[in-house]
């Protein structure tokens, strides 16, 4: 039986940089608007599915759902000090990039297990517009092994933070829509997880559209 809830350390270095640092980054800095976030549930397991086009990203959409959201990492970040343990606090698993991670697969589903919130980028890394052309399915696959709701996530704007040879981030203005709850796939067939995959997908895709 999962806790329904985070552990209390991670809920503390959750508020403590939501308040001090993403929300205001987010309001004021990038003059952020956020759609939906009523429709997340703030109990229970949850996959959180968004579209990815910045460094920015993780913080934001954990920002606008209330909730921490452990997201995986790069693995060679938790081997720099301090910094390695505060993201294991927050919620973060890492992952060897470039290789199907089992250790990650098991770290996302023990999080689900225990009544966290786990993001997961759809394209599986950055596109150059926001759009999910390419999605993977494995978002889907841990909804299905989970039985965890997932709620899709437009962010738009991000991929203007930062741009080429600019190493401080842009006042740009960022929105953020968060779609209906979607049902996870009943099984693990491949056929099913494509077609909740490319739901999700087209529902980020529409909301993206309608911009600003």
């Given at each position: 039986?999962?806790?329904?809830?985070e552990?209390?350390?991670?809920?503390f270095?959750?508020?403590?940089f939501?308040?001090?640092?993403?929300s205001?980054?987010?309001?004021?800095?990038?003059?952020?608007?956020?759609?939906?976030?009523?429709?997340?549930p703030?109990?229970?397991p949850?996959?959180?599915?968004s579209n990815?086009?910045?460094?920015?990203?993780?913080?934001?959409?954990?920002?606008?759902?209330?909730?921490?959201?452990?997201?995986m990492a790069?693995?060679?970040?938790?081997?720099?000090p301090v910094?390695?343990?505060?993201?294991?606090?927050?919620g973060?698993?890492?992952?060897?990039?470039?290789?199907?991670?089992?250790?990650a697969?098991?770290?996302?589903?023990?999080?689900?297990?225990?009544g966290?919130?786990?993001?997961?980028?759809?394209?599986?890394?950055?596109?150059?517009?926001?759009?999910?052309?390419?999605?993977?399915?494995?978002?889907a696959?841990?909804?299905?092994?989970?039985?965890?709701?997932?709620?899709?996530?437009?962010?738009?704007?991000?991929?203007?933070?930062v741009?080429k040879?600019?190493?401080?981030?842009?006042?740009?203005?960022?929105?953020i829509?968060?779609?209906?709850l979607?049902?996870?796939?009943?099984?693990?067939?491949?056929?099913?997880?494509?077609?909740?995959?490319?739901?999700?997908?087209?529902?980020?895709?529409?909301?993206?559209a309608?911009?600003?």
């Open positions: 039986m999962g806790r329904n809830r552990p209390a350390m991670s809920l270095l959750y508020h403590g939501k308040w001090s640092v993403v205001p980054v987010l309001h004021l800095y990038l003059r952020g608007r956020i759609y939906g976030a009523e429709q997340v703030q109990q229970g949850l996959l959180v599915v990815h086009a910045s460094d920015f990203d993780p913080p934001i959409v954990s920002n606008c759902m209330q909730r921490p959201v452990a997201f790069k693995q060679e970040l938790f081997q720099v910094l390695g343990t505060l993201i294991r606090w927050y973060a698993y890492p992952v060897k990039r470039g290789t199907g991670d089992r250790a697969i098991r770290a996302a589903l023990d999080s689900l297990a225990n966290w919130a786990v993001g997961v980028f759809l394209t599986g890394t950055r596109t150059p517009d926001g759009r999910v052309t390419e999605p993977k399915l494995g978002a696959l841990l909804a299905a092994k989970a039985q965890a709701p997932i709620v899709p996530v437009s962010l738009w704007g991000t991929q203007e933070i741009t040879g600019k190493r401080v981030p842009r006042p740009v203005p960022v929105t829509r968060i779609g209906e979607i049902q996870p796939p009943p099984s693990t067939d491949r056929a099913q997880l494509a077609t909740v995959t490319q739901h999700c997908a087209d529902i980020i895709n529409k909301l993206h309608l911009g600003r």
